[in-house]
């Protein structure tokens, strides 16, 4: 439902919702039909001639799969209260949350885990992490951690990857689709500071021709890392949470990095035990 509300075309919820449509490639009819409105209804919210009600802004947001902190920027736009609070993760009532991610961590060792917020500020982390870490000048471990800074700073982990530029490369793309989705000044700064650092010289970075141990192909792109006269082999998997109902929670990844080949297990299992 819609109530007529001449709306400056140039203010409002109705650009907006135009610009993620757009984004998203997907028409007012397919939208419509998605929203159980009707393209009528959307061509006048988008152009003005109608405000929408909350409940139709909050349907095209989820259609749209707009990110929950720019529901909060539609909703504000259209005349509405926020709907999804941003609670800190220090605030007890995020408790469960806190003690759920920690258990979730430790039950993943010895392997590497971590999660992070929506600038890539680690969150939490266990001891696979922190064995990978192990060596990193104190300065770059002083709160907050940034995954990126740690990854790709040339005194961080950059100079143990063995294949750099392919991992930077990969992980460049995702904060840059990331920025695409998002109004993050916060993120932006941290992909404008990692995409400077300088790269070690491309001989050192090539995946190795022979491949992974026992000729058996990655299924992933993998993180190749020297550690302590090894060669560890990792892919990456980010999960997020179903259906938030708050900022914060919306914005958390956990990461977990998996094993990419035997000689990755064998170690990390002997080195945990």
């Given amino acids: 439902m819609t109530t007529a509300v001449p709306l400056r075309e140039s203010t409002g919820v109705g650009p907006l919702l135009r610009a993620w449509r757009e984004r998203r490639k997907v028409s007012q009819l397919d939208l419509a039909l998605r929203a159980d409105s009707s393209a009528r209804h959307i061509s006048f919210v988008e ?13 095209l947001a989820e259609h749209l799969d707009v990110p929950v902190r720019e529901r909060n920027s539609l909703l504000l736009a259209a005349g509405y209260a926020p709907r999804f609070r941003e609670t800190p993760m220090d605030d007890p009532s995020m408790g469960a949350l806190r003690e759920g991610l920690e258990q979730l961590l430790r039950g993943y060792e010895p392997y ?6 929506a600038a890539y500020d680690v969150v939490a982390a266990n001891n696979g992490i922190a064995m990978i870490l192990d060596g990193v000048p104190e300065h770059l471990l002083k709160p ?24 930077r490369g990969h992980l460049l793309h995702q904060m840059e689709r990331q920025i695409a989705l998002q109004r993050s000044d916060a ?15 491309p001989g050192v970075d090539v995946v190795d021709a022979d491949g992974p141990p026992n000729g058996l192909p990655y299924f992933a792109l993998p993180l190749r890392i020297e550690h302590d ?6 892919v990456s998997s980010i999960s997020t949470f179903n259906t938030p109902m708050d900022v914060t929670v919306a914005e958390l990844a956990i990461e977990t990095l998996l094993p990419a080949d035997p000689a990755t297990v064998k170690f990390l299992r002997s080195a945990g035990s």
Avoid at 188 to 199: D, G, L, N, T
Avoid at 229 to 234: A, I, N, W
């Fill in 47 to 59: 152009t003005g001639r109608s405000r929408p009600s909350e409940e139709l802004v909050l349907r």
């Fill in 112 to 117: 590497p885990a971590l999660v992070v917020d």
């Fill in 144 to 167: 907050p951690l940034n995954a990126m800074r740690l990854t790709l700073h040339p005194e961080g982990l950059a100079p143990k990857i063995r294949n750099l530029r392919e991992w």
């Fill in 187 to 201: 993120l932006r700064a941290v992909y404008e500071e990692v995409a400077a650092y300088p790269v070690a010289d």
């Fill in 229 to 234: 006269g090894h060669l560890l082999s990792f």
